[in-house]
T-cell receptor, first 113, second 112 residues
């Protein structure tokens, strides 16, 4: 079975500051991990994914995440926040047969000018 | 390449009615998954179809059903609507056996 925990339902950062969104997972099989972003009244857009290989994954819009098996974490970071980063962010895990995804409850990111 | 499309985008129904939502996947994608998104429960997996067969099912009552056609388009049906069914219903498509899902904009269902 798989599950995801996102710590902090709301995160506020100043424009230009570091963005850190936390995600911890539980998986009985090697996990495939994802970060999605959702803007108001839109669907989810894939930011980045970890399947196998390099544990530091770079995504779109300057985001990156590091898979740490020992900590069962997949935290999302961005060195410098931009106003356009304000959105809801979801961490997700899959690993079983087919394509069943398990999503975290989401973190709402606010960027303060 | 066109993205995932969902119709209608907004829908208002009354309790007891039934509703059908439609999803057209990205061309070439054979897997379609459906999710329910609500403020209280977040994103919950409903079911996944692959080559017209339901491959996975989440923990939802039998009032929620779906199907997939030979062209990979999928429909989701909810019968005997309840107030708690008000939600954003998202559809996602992916290539066969790919873990990368592409989401549509969703259908906002309001049950009154």
């Amino acid at each position: 079975a798989q599950s995801v925990t996102q710590l902090g339902s709301h995160v506020s950062v100043s424009e230009g500051a570091l963005v850190l969104l936390r995600c911890n997972y539980s998986s009985s099989v090697p996990p495939y991990l994802f970060w999605y972003v959702q803007y108001p009244n839109q669907g989810l857009q894939l930011l980045l994914k970890y399947t196998t290989g390099a544990t530091l994954v770079k995504g779109i819009n300057g985001f990156e995440a590091e898979f740490k098996k020992s900590e069962t974490s997949f935290h999302l970071t961005k060195p410098s926040a931009h106003m356009s980063d304000a959105a809801e962010y979801f961490c997700a895990v899959t690993g079983g047969t087919g394509n069943q995804f398990y999503f975290g409850t989401g973190t709402s990111l606010t960027v303060i000018p | 390449k066109a993205g995932v499309t969902q119709t209608p985008r907004y829908l208002i129904k009354t309790r007891g009615q039934q509703v059908t939502l439609s999803c057209s996947p990205i061309s070439g994608h054979r897997s379609v998954s459906w999710y329910q998104q609500t403020p209280g429960q977040g994103l919950q997996f409903l079911f996944e179809y692959f080559s017209e067969t339901q491959r996975n099912k989440g923990n939802f009552p039998g009032r929620f059903s779906g199907r997939q056609f030979s062209n990979s388009r999928s429909e989701m049906n909810v019968s005997t609507l309840e107030l708690g069914d008000s939600a954003l219903y998202l559809c996602a498509s992916s290539l066969a056996y790919s873990y990368e899902q592409y989401f549509g904009p969703g259908t906002r269902l309001t049950v009154t």
